[in-house]
């Protein structure tokens, strides 16, 4: 089976930064939709960014919107989520996610679809993310 490859991570103090990376399989094309979900413990995964592998406009939650920026390369097969002025709120584990399908909507809606018929059917494992106050 694809699997995603995740890279970065690790602790840091509030205020500060990280950049996580992803390398996806060679099967997800440009039309891909790409994205980044976290979940904390006790809570939902949640969607974080999406954009296609091609590159356009990506789409952020709220809670991250001006301080995360999501940026793929489609020479590489690569999604990299750089992270500024961290929270203790963004401590979660991240998970990259890409498509199985090519062509379909990467907008606001997939960050609320994380499975299901309209979710992402290839997962990385996942890398901690923890903020100190």
């Known amino acids: 089976q694809e699997k995603l490859v995740e890279s970065g991570g690790g602790s840091v103090a509030a205020g500060g930064s990280l950049r996580l990376s992803c390398t996806a399989p060679?099967?997800?094309?440009?039309?891909?939709?790409l994205g980044w979900f976290r979940q904390a413990p006790g809570k939902d995964r949640e969607g974080v960014a999406v954009?296609?592998?091609?590159?356009?406009?990506?789409s952020y939650a709220d809670a991250v919107k001006g301080r995360f920026t999501i940026s793929p390369d489609n020479i590489q097969n690569t999604v990299d989520l750089q992270m500024n002025d961290l929270k203790p709120d963004d401590s979660a584990m991240y998970y990259c996610t890409a498509d199985t399908f090519s062509g379909r909507p990467c907008g606001l809606s997939r960050l609320s679809r994380p499975s299901g018929p309209e979710g992402f059917g290839y997962w990385g494992p996942g890398t901690q993310v923890t903020v100190f106050p």
């Open positions: 060679g099967s997800i094309y440009d039309k891909n939709c």
């Open positions: 954009v296609l592998l091609g590159g356009g406009s990506p």
